[in-house]
Each structure stands twice: as C-alpha cells, then as structure tokens.
C-alpha cells in the first residue's frame, strides 16, 4: 500500500524567503505526482503535475523537483508571499492518487 | 476556464437518511473519481469511474456507496444509509484521456461538506 509523508508538518516563515516542502513515497511504481494547494475549508487546486519520467516542473515561483527511484519529491517556493499562506499537498498517482498529510505554511508579512 | 462543481456546497442530514452528491465534471474529461476528507485527516480515494462503470475501488467505498452518470453531464454519489462517520468533506474530480495515457492531472471540484447528525 502506498504510504506518502509530507515533512514538516508545519512551516512559518517571514515574507519574500523560500519555501522547502518535502514529500517522500514508499512504492516508486507511480504515473506521476501532483501537488496542490487547499485553503482552509476549501477544495484542492493543481499546482503543478510531473510525470514519472520528469526530474523537474516549473511553474511561475514554482519548482517541483521528482526523484522517482528514491520516493521523494521537492516543491520549492521561492520568495514567498503572505498570499502563499495554505496548506500543500503532495499526491502521487498509481491509477488513484495517494495523499500526504500536508504541510500547513504561514507566511508572516 | 473550464472547472469542476460541485453541489450542494454544503449538506446536513439525519443518519440513516440517503444523500446524493452531485458533480459536473470538465466537459472533455472521461474519468472521474470521489475523494473525501474527514477532518483533520488526509484525502482519502473512494472510487474511480470511466466508461460507465467503476474501475477501482477502495475499501472504504462498501454496499453503502454507489456512483452513477446519470446524463452525458452529472456524476453522483449515492450514500445509502448514512452513519456519523460518513460526515467529511467529499471531493469530485475529473481527468482526460490523452493517446493511451489515462493518469493525466487530476482537476478537483470545492467539495460538499456532509455533516451526519
């Protein structure tokens, strides 16, 4: 059974630093990994998809790094903003997509 | 831009009561899936649908669940008798079929909040 973790679970930083999330995943058979951003008490929105076959996705301030052997994946965030204040998840996609917990990020003006 | 929706946005019903969850998936998109999410928890896959019928399924999704696609437009879920612990946010969501890749990104509607009472 697929198992996905998100470190940390937490995360408060000043506006305009960078933003690490980790997520890793314990079986390396997957389509692809999404990440995406819930607001609270809101729906999910697609940030970024990458393909097992792809090392990186860009989007904007967005990079998601895929390390498809290890089971791990990187989404970088880079000169943070208030408004980037949410929760991130990480899925990966093995014909249904398997969630990670989240990391909560607040960013402090 | 094209999305997925959801109603109602938000539903309250007595346990034992049946409830019936709509969705609109994207127009071009020919798989759709349930998710939910109780509180504080991670989203969970329920079920998967393409072709009008079910091609996977969780364990969570038992005799208490059914999905339909009653016209070329809704996709529903039907929750037979529900129980207290069926109270979650629930989750639609649409992908397309592109060549014979069938895992492309998955689009998500805002969800229905079920509270059981």
């Known amino acids: 059974k697929q198992e996905v973790t998100q470190i940390p679970a937490a995360l408060s930083v000043p506006e305009g630093e960078n933003l690490v999330l980790n997520c890793s995943f314990t079986?390396?058979?997957?389509?692809?990994l999404q990440w995406f951003r819930q607001d609270p008490g809101k729906g999910l929105t697609s940030l970024l998809l990458i393909q097992s076959s792809q090392r990186e996705q860009t989007s904007g301030r967005l990079n998601a790094s895929l390390d498809k052997s290890s089971g791990r994946s990187t989404l970088y965030i880079a000169a943070s903003q208030p408004g980037d204040s949410a929760t991130y998840l990480c899925?990966?996609?093995?014909?249904?997509?398997?969630f990670g917990a989240g990391t909560t990020v607040t960013v402090r003006a | 831009e094209p999305e997925v929706t959801q109603t109602p946005s938000h539903q309250v019903t007595q346990m034992g009561q049946e409830v019936i969850l709509r969705c609109v998936p994207i127009s071009n998109h020919l798989y759709f899936y349930w998710y939910r999410q109780i509180l504080g928890q991670k989203v969970e896959f329920l079920v998967s649908?393409?072709?009008?019928?079910?091609?996977?399924k969780s364990e969570i999704f038992d005799d208490q669940f059914s999905v339909e696609r009653p016209d070329g437009s809704n996709f529903t879920l039907k929750i037979r008798s529900t129980k207290l612990e069926d109270s979650a946010m629930y989750f639609c969501?649409?992908?397309?079929?592109?060549?014979?890749?069938?895992?492309?990104?998955?689009?998500f509607g805002q969800g229905t909040r079920l509270t059981v009472v």
């Open positions: 969501a649409s992908s397309e079929l592109k060549g014979q890749m069938m895992n492309t990104e998955a689009f």
């Open positions: 079986d390396s058979a997957i389509y692809n």
């Open positions: 649908f393409y072709n009008n019928e079910i091609s996977e």
């Open positions: 899925a990966v996609n093995d014909y249904k997509l398997s």
